[in-house]
């Protein structure tokens, strides 16, 4: 598809960029509409924390391949923790979003002075708050982790949080188990520094495991602990001879003589 019979304009400007979709493009082919896609998302994924402005003002409707163009634009602005904002001035193509639900994703406004009022605050804000959210996984998976932790050495030093030491290793794999889902959670949803992070208390989620494992084995087979004052009398009871069976032995002797 060549620049001049592409059914859509692509402008980048300082802070955003500004895709306009042209009526022809209700026009062309699903594949079409998807070659679209294919062509905008590598510009928006060169930028670092995209905003984009959808300008839908040249279109009198939507078709179906349109909204699903615009749910994969803003997923590929949301993989980058940017944001989008759309601008329609046509009633029925604004329908169509809110029937979608598609408004409750993004800023629907009608006018451009509108929509660069809302990209303009975009960049910060919407990085600030994706960043907020994202280390909450992190931040409890850590606390997780390091509460694992310490049930661990406090049951490797002979001290152990509850008197049963199994009990203490189920409390632990309680703990590393939420660790491990949450920072692996952390993975596959964020980026830059909260994943890395992730992937550490991952790691050590799972050698804290692995440790209760070994302690709760250790537990398995170690011997009863037997006392030694208690258990003394109770051996030399057995030991005894008694001395009853002889005396009874010896009156029967008497009387027989």
Same mark, same amino acid.
């Given at each position: 598809? $060549?620049?001049?019979?592409?059914?859509?304009?692509? !402008?980048?400007?300082?802070?955003?960029?500004?895709?306009?979709?042209?009526?022809?493009?209700? !026009?062309?082919?699903?594949?079409?509409?998807?070659?679209?896609?294919? !062509?905008?998302?590598?510009?928006?994924?060169?930028?670092?924390?995209?905003?984009?402005?959808? &300008?839908?003002? /040249?279109?009198?409707?939507?078709?179906?391949?349109?909204?699903?163009?615009?749910?994969?634009?803003?997923?590929?602005?949301?993989?980058?923790?940017?944001?989008?904002?759309?601008?329609?001035?046509?009633?029925?193509?604004?329908?169509?979003? $809110?029937?979608?639900?598609?408004?409750?994703?993004?800023?629907?406004?009608?006018?451009?002075?509108?929509?660069?009022?809302?990209?303009?605050? $975009?960049?910060?804000?919407?990085?600030? @708050?994706?960043?907020?959210?994202?280390?909450?996984?992190?931040?409890?998976?850590?606390?997780?982790?390091? /509460?694992?932790?310490?049930?661990?050495?406090?049951?490797?030093?002979?001290?152990?949080?509850?008197?049963?030491?199994?009990?203490?290793?189920?409390?632990?794999?309680?703990? =590393?188990?939420?660790?491990?889902?949450?920072?692996?959670?952390?993975?596959?949803?964020?980026?830059?520094?909260?994943?890395?992070? @992730?992937?550490?208390?991952?790691?050590? @989620?799972?050698?804290?495991?692995?440790? @209760?494992?070994?302690?709760?084995?250790?537990?398995?087979?170690?011997?009863?602990?037997?006392? $030694?004052? /208690?258990?003394?009398?109770?051996? =030399?009871?057995?030991?005894?001879?008694?001395?009853?069976?002889?005396?009874?032995?010896? &009156?029967?002797?008497?009387?027989?003589?």
């Amino acid at each position: 598809m $060549s620049t001049s019979d592409a059914p859509y304009t692509l !402008e980048k400007t300082r802070g955003y960029v500004v895709l306009c979709l042209l009526p022809k493009l209700n !026009e062309v082919q699903w594949g079409d509409v998807q070659q679209v896609g294919n !062509e905008i998302i590598p510009d928006l994924d060169a930028l670092r924390s995209p905003a984009l402005l959808v &300008d839908l003002s /040249a279109l009198d409707y939507m078709g179906s391949s349109m909204v699903a163009l615009l749910v994969r634009l803003w997923k590929a602005v949301q993989k980058k923790n940017g944001r989008m904002v759309v601008q329609s001035e046509q009633k029925m193509v604004t329908e169509v979003l $809110s029937i979608a639900g598609l408004n409750s994703l993004w800023d629907v406004v009608p006018t451009r002075d509108e929509a660069i009022s809302a990209m303009k605050q $975009s960049p910060l804000a919407a990085q600030n @708050g994706t960043t907020q959210a994202s280390w909450t996984g992190p931040i409890i998976a850590l606390i997780a982790a390091a /509460a694992a932790g310490w049930v661990w050495w406090t049951t490797r030093s002979g001290d152990p949080l509850f008197d049963d030491v199994k009990q203490s290793v189920y409390v632990l794999f309680a703990l =590393a188990a939420v660790a491990v889902v949450i920072s692996g959670l952390t993975l596959f949803r964020n980026s830059g520094a909260a994943r890395i992070v @992730g992937g550490l208390i991952l790691i050590a @989620g799972l050698a804290i495991g692995v440790g @209760g494992f070994q302690q709760l084995s250790a537990a398995n087979v170690a011997p009863p602990v037997v006392d $030694s004052d /208690a258990a003394a009398p109770a051996e =030399a009871t057995e030991q005894t001879p008694q001395p009853q069976l002889r005396i009874d032995r010896l &009156d029967n002797d008497k009387k027989d003589k």
